[in-house]
């Protein structure tokens, strides 16, 4: 398991700014994922502003919940508390299938832990909600902070695109953030920032 604080600047893009901006630094790893998530049907998880989720990668798994920071180190920027655990890729796919199969979902490990310590017998009530697949790319920005670039679809067949900078250190997330705003043209508003990628999944959800 690993837990760790997460603190980010998250930017909805124009496509034609995202493939200009993502394309004009070193690229660090470029690949693909699958995201699967959990909630029960009454909201339970997102009334407490929590994302749980099950991550498929080409050779690897993971389970996560992102929980609120308790004791926040700032304001500005998206911060969280996100747990993980780690699944091996056969596993994964037995668990997401069992999920699309079956009625409700029960998480083992710390994430299941975690669930039944704070929730109770309420976790028993989680289902697979909703899914998203992401094209991401991790590049080294300016100052070696790294960049994220996903281009995300949804169920529903529509596709958006994300720019994230994430760092232990605030001061460094806004003056990159300031840099490529200026270079890119493009503006963090309340529409395009800081969008939960769970909440945009549950707005996607197949109309079928």
């Known amino acids: 398991m690993s837990k760790d604080r997460e603190i980010e600047a998250k930017t909805i893009l124009a496509k034609n700014v995202y493939q200009k901006i993502s394309k004009a630094f070193p690229i660090k790893e470029d690949f693909q994922q699958a995201n699967y998530y959990f909630d029960t049907d009454d909201n339970l998880l997102k009334k407490h502003n929590i994302g749980c989720r099950i991550r498929i990668f080409s050779d690897h798994a ?71 697949k992401t094209h991401r790319i991790l590049a080294n920005g300016p100052e070696n902070c790294e960049l994220t670039f996903d281009a995300t679809s949804y169920p529903d067949g529509f596709e958006d695109y994300e720019f994230e900078i994430e760092n232990t250190n605030p001061t460094l997330i806004k003056k990159i953030l300031i840099q490529l705003e200026k270079k890119y043209g493009f503006k963090q508003t309340a529409n395009n920032t800081n969008q939960n990628k769970i909440a945009r999944a549950y707005n996607h959800r197949s109309k079928n």
């Open 62 to 132: 993971e389970q996560t919940l992102k929980v609120p920071d308790p004791r926040p180190v700032q304001k500005k920027f998206h911060e969280v508390i996100e747990i993980n655990d780690k699944l091996k890729l056969e596993e994964a796919n037995s668990l997401i299938k069992k999920a699309q199969t079956n009625d409700y979902f029960i998480f083992q490990g710390n994430i299941g832990q975690y669930l039944s310590k704070h929730f109770a017998d309420k976790q028993k009530k989680l289902r697979l909600q909703t899914w998203s």
